[in-house]
């Protein structure tokens, strides 16, 4: 089984803090996801990476940066963290690209509130 | 651009009636289509997906979607509703003939009643 893990469940911070939320994903996927999620807009693109080392913008990228330095670990960052990022963040991994069970697999989320 | 619409944000059955929740999108190209429930205080566990061949889908705990190009559809259903289904459900699409940069709706909450 796929297993996806994220650092936090849940997490407090105050304004203007730097926030880190983890990632962390046991199957040797290339592309993992950042979403987040509010009531009534779903599911909202924050950044994807391909591979190692590399990122891409998703819909909704202002105010968050992402690193991925191993494999197996996908880091979003809050840079000054602000009360309008309060949220539930999900990560996701993704099967390969082409096989049968191409699928985004997703962690249990990190409910992040700021003060 | 991809969509997709999820008709209802929420929707109430009672215990044993037939559940359907409906989904339709738009895509310019042959899409993947996805459900996805979301049990409380917890992430996405797939549900169910389509991608090539036959059109009816089975998936997880009794659900099964249909989908219909012509109508651009692809609801969710499940003959018997359990008081354990109560959830959010989410449909999603990808239009690239992958599960990448997949593009959710809105969501929809179902309510079990006994």
């Known amino acids: 089984d796929v297993k996806v893990t994220q650092s936090s469940r849940y997490l407090v911070k105050r304004t203007g803090e730097k926030v880190f939320l983890e990632c962390v994903q046991d199957?040797?996927?290339?592309?993992m996801f950042w979403y987040r999620q509010d009531p009534g807009l779903g599911l909202r693109l924050i950044y994807f990476?391909?591979?190692?080392?590399?990122?891409e913008k998703g819909d909704i990228p202002e105010g968050y940066s992402v690193s991925r330095e191993k494999k197996e670990r996908f880091s979003l960052i809050l840079e000054s963290a602000s009360t309008n990022q309060t949220s539930m963040y999900l990560c996701?991994?993704?099967?390969?690209?082409?096989?049968?069970?191409?699928?985004?697999?997703f962690g249990p989320g990190t409910r992040l509130t700021v003060l | 651009a991809q969509s997709v619409t999820q008709l209802g944000s929420h929707v109430s059955v009672s215990e044993g009636a037939l559940v359907l929740l409906r989904c339709n999108y738009s895509?310019?190209?042959?899409?993947?289509l996805f459900w996805y429930v979301q049990y409380p205080n917890q992430g996405l566990q797939l549900l169910l997906k389509?991608?090539?061949?036959?059109?009816l889908v089975k998936g997880i705990n009794g659900f099964e979607a249909e989908f219909k190009k012509s109508e651009t559809s692809f609801h969710l259903t499940k003959p018997s509703a359990h008081m354990s289904d109560a959830a959010e459900y989410f449909c999603?699409?990808?239009?690239?003939?992958?599960?990448?940069?997949?593009?959710f709706g809105k969501g929809t909450k179902l309510t079990v009643n006994p």
């Open positions: 895509s310019s190209v042959p899409p993947y």
């Open positions: 389509y991608t090539t061949g036959a059109t």
């Open positions: 990476s391909y591979d190692v080392k590399m990122k």
């Open positions: 199957m040797d996927h290339e592309n």
């Open positions: 996701a991994s993704r099967t390969p690209s082409g096989s049968r069970t191409d699928t985004q697999y």
């Open positions: 999603a699409v990808s239009p690239w003939g992958g599960s990448e940069k997949l593009v």
